[in-house]
């Protein structure tokens, strides 16, 4: 599944966690720590200076289109942001020959799409780095804001158990991998069948078997509740599923992070979210608002690790 060329090849790409080896994953980490801490001292060009990046929209988007278009931005470079509904992704031209025209123009491509064989075939035919900022598959970009959160409040990730209520989704794909390699335990509670893709918990219990870390599915949610240091929730309706909204708001009522769920993890367990968030659906208010948690500091890094992302894709630091 990984898409990373050979490290001795000039193009990396980062469509899923497992494009970076636990190595880089954590000194990307580091790098996205320095970056924030240096954030409002910076001075003289930028690293991404005279480089250009398009960031290409078929999903509506808050998160990952400020914080990219700033980062990219902050980074010295020029960001060229496209709706779909501009380029015709797929309908007006193909995405092979989206590929090959933006690598003549720009420096990396970044993309929101519905489809991750979109992420696979623009990767393929172009020349020059894509980065997924989320498809139907993974969420990558977000498992690194979500670490670089963990390790913040937490100091570390290795040894952590982290605790996902919800769908099986590309969020929780992501988060497999991303704590596996980090030798997190990451426990992951649906209602049956809404579980995560075979695969990618194969993938990622591979992952987790290197580094010390483990992976399991359950779908009850006390066993994933239990001694969790890290809760995690998401929508149960995706854009894209509207349709099933109702029906998944009864399937998913057991999964709810509410109060008796962070009640039932560690006293010191903190809370997150992808955002956005439906209050009193997935997560309570109370929850969301509560002193556990890290909702919003898991936002703003989002900036700061994609930022660390472009610079080791596309320069030589990190």
Known sequence: MSQLLATDTPIRHFLSVDDLQPDELIALLDLADELKAERLSATGPGPLAGRSVALLFEKPSLRTRVSFEVGVAELGGTPIVLSGGEIGIGARESVADIARVLSGYVHAVVLRTFGHGRLEELAEAGSVPVVNALSDLTH????????????????????LKLAYLGDGNNVAHSLLKAGAMSGMHVAVATPPGYEPDGQIVDEATELAAESGGRVSVTTEVGTALTDADVLYTDVWASMGQEDEAAERAAVFAPFQLNAAAVDAARPDAIVMHCLPAHREEEITAEVLESQASVVFTQAENRLHAQKALLCVLLTDRG
């Open 140 to 159: 990558p970009c977000q498992a690194l804001a979500d670490l670089q959160t963990i390790r913040e409040y937490k100091g570390e990730l290795r040894g």
